[in-house]
């Protein structure tokens, strides 16, 4: 068993060091959109501040109000969300002219992930913030983001291997190899939608309480 976790890691550490230049990329990418995320937040008007706070205030309430939280429920929701976004970044990652979408879309998940942390920690204060992000986001994003941005990674290779290597069967095999890697990282997705639904949520469901 240890070595079998020996090895994974090996193979997960070597795969970072082969693609460390497209890992840098999608990295930056991602910081970006979590940076625009915060300023975004920072520049609202007061009318759109007043209502982000009216409809977190309302999630609280409801969450407190809640006494069982309808778990099939949140993990189908979370599993399609997931699902979508790994078929969306698959596809484009499959196409030449998809690349700069798949930019985007690490752009646009970092700018989520910044305005929620900004948005909960404007409203509820920097510790209970803190506490909520942290509770809500940390557990579910330490396998999600690596596996999009791994997604990312995957749909990178693909286009420099199309471009450097026009071959018919080679971009097949290719192909091939882009598609089993995003459904290991789809299971990834799925597992941190087990854990955001089972675990964040219910620690959340105790903790919110005392907000």
């Known amino acids: 068993m240890k070595e079998k976790g020996l090895r994974i890691k090996e193979t997960i550490e070597g795969h970072i060091l082969n693609n460390k230049k497209e890992y840098i990329i999608v990295t930056l990418l991602f910081i970006i959109g979590i940076f625009l995320g915060v300023f975004f937040v920072n520049n609202l008007e007061g009318s759109q501040k007043s209502e982000i706070q009216e409809y977190l205030n309302n999630f609280i309430e409801k969450m407190k109000q809640t006494e069982k939280l309808d778990n099939a429920s949140l993990l189908k929701t979370s599993v399609g969300q997931n699902m979508i976004l790994s078929f969306i970044i698959w596809f484009f990652g499959t196409t030449v002219i998809g690349i700069p979408i798949v930019f985007g879309i690490m752009i646009y ?15 509820m204060g920097m510790s209970k913030g803190l506490v909520f992000t942290l509770i ?43 598609t089993l890697f995003s459904l290991i990282m789809l299971i990834a997705m799925i597992s941190a939608s087990i854990i955001e639904v089972f675990i964040s949520t219910n620690i959340l469901k105790v903790v919110i309480k005392y907000f």
């Open 136 to 178: 809500n986001l940390l557990l579910p994003s330490l396998l999600l983001i690596p596996a999009i941005l791994a997604l990312a990674v995957s749909g990178i290779k693909l286009y420099k291997s199309i471009v450097k290597n026009r071959a018919k069967e080679n971009i097949k095999l290719e192909i091939v190899r882009h």
């Open 109 to 123: 998940r970092g700018f989520c992930f910044g305005y929620t942390i900004s948005v909960c920690i404007f409203i």
